[in-house]
């Protein structure tokens, strides 16, 4: 599925066909349950590795683009303005 379609117009990536950015839309879909459950005062622990712990498989460039879907969702959700940049990232 299609995703910051706003944020991504024609032409900010190299080859982009189409606005926005993909994301599997089950994780999608789970990342709106968890934003629904933030509001309850819950928190979230992720852990993401590589099968073969090797370094360059795609780690952070996934957890970067949770981060940002994640945001966009809450500030969707709770008609927010949180920036997502790296002052908002550990």
Same mark, same amino acid.
Do not use: R
């Given at each position: $599925?299609? &995703? #910051?379609? =706003?944020?991504?117009?024609?032409?900010?990536?190299?080859? !982009?066909? %189409?606005?926005?950015?993909? $994301?599997? =839309? &089950? #994780?999608? =879909?789970? @990342?709106?349950?968890?934003?629904?459950? *933030?509001?309850?005062?819950?928190?979230? #622990?992720?852990? *993401?590795? %590589? %099968?073969? @712990? =090797?370094?360059?498989?795609?780690? %952070?460039? #996934?957890?970067? !683009?949770?981060?940002?879907?994640?945001?966009?969702?809450?500030?969707? $959700? &709770?008609? @927010?303005? *949180?920036?997502?940049?790296?002052?908002? *990232?550990?």
């Amino acid at each position: $599925m299609k &995703y #910051l379609i =706003e944020k991504y117009p024609m032409g900010s990536f190299k080859g !982009q066909k %189409s606005p926005g950015k993909y $994301m599997c =839309e &089950y #994780l999608h =879909e789970n @990342l709106k349950v968890m934003a629904k459950a *933030i509001n309850k005062d819950m928190t979230f #622990l992720g852990i *993401i590795f %590589s %099968s073969t @712990l =090797e370094v360059g498989t795609g780690k %952070s460039v #996934l957890t970067t !683009q949770i981060g940002e879907a994640w945001t966009d969702i809450v500030n969707k $959700m &709770y008609n @927010l303005n *949180i920036p997502f940049n790296v002052d908002n *990232i550990v």
